[in-house]
């Protein structure tokens, strides 16, 4: 695979075979709109871009994991 460039929003993270990109879920959209914002359209088209140069064959798995509420029991 080779060398990625992110920016320095997304954590990348490599582990033998396998390569992780993780997007920061607060700069998609605005509260209560459904359009992409600015910096998520550059966002995504860079990491687009970077997937162009993946070897054909190659794949490619996309999770959307929510991140999970600490909940705090009252006594």
Do not use: Y
Not at 14 to 31: A, G, R, S, V, Y
Not at 37 to 48: G, N, P, Q, R, T
Not at 49 to 59: Q, Y
């Amino acid at each position: 695979m080779p060398e990625l460039e992110v920016p320095e929003d997304v954590s990348l993270t490599t582990d033998q075979d396998e390569t992780t990109l993780i997007l920061p879920d607060d700069i998609h959209f605005d509260f209560g709109e459904s359009f992409f914002k600015e910096e998520a359209i550059e966002l995504i088209d860079h990491v687009s871009n970077m997937l162009d140069d993946i070897e054909a064959g190659t794949i490619i798995e996309i999770e959307d994991i929510p991140i999970a509420m600490e909940i705090q029991a009252t006594t």
